[in-house]
């Protein structure tokens, strides 16, 4: 079973920002794309970017192109979201999850969703705040 745990969330001012790391437990994440989501209550599950095993190829949505930043370390089983820039309409619970697919973890990002059935693990989630 594949675990994901998102950390580095928290409180930062417009213009701030942060790095979220989303790291496995129990299993190597280098066979596995990583996409990135977010969520607010009331709103559909935002896809913000993809990143392939390997790290050469990623992707992002166009609400967050030009300020974050995916990156990998297989080394260390740990995926990267560098955060810039922030705006408060990037408040949310952000998540990762895992899939075989780059290119489902693409299509769901380009097309402004989808299903979701591909991803088969996830992260607890974790809060950012841009405010004030």
């Known amino acids: 079973q594949l675990q994901l745990v998102e950390s580095g969330g928290g409180l930062v001012q417009p213009g701030g920002s942060l790095r979220l790391s989303c790291a496995a437990s129990g299993f190597s994440l280098d066979d596995y794309s990583i996409g990135w989501f977010r969520q607010t209550p009331g709103k559909e599950r935002e896809g913000l970017s993809c990143?392939?095993?390997?790290?050469?190829?990623?992707n992002y949505a166009d609400s967050v192109k030009g300020r974050f930043t995916v990156s990998r370390d297989n080394a260390k089983n740990t995926v990267y979201l560098q955060m810039d820039a922030l705006k408060p309409e990037d408040t949310a619970v952000y998540y990762c999850?895992?899939?075989?697919?780059?290119?489902?973890?693409?299509?769901?990002?380009?097309?402004?969703?989808?299903?979701?059935?591909?991803?088969?693990?996830w992260g607890q989630g974790t809060q950012v705040t841009v405010s004030s």
């Open positions: 999850a895992a899939t075989w697919s780059y290119h489902l973890c693409v299509g769901y990002v380009d097309n402004r969703g989808g299903p979701l059935s591909g991803f088969d693990h």
């Open positions: 990143i392939s095993y390997s790290g050469v190829t990623t």
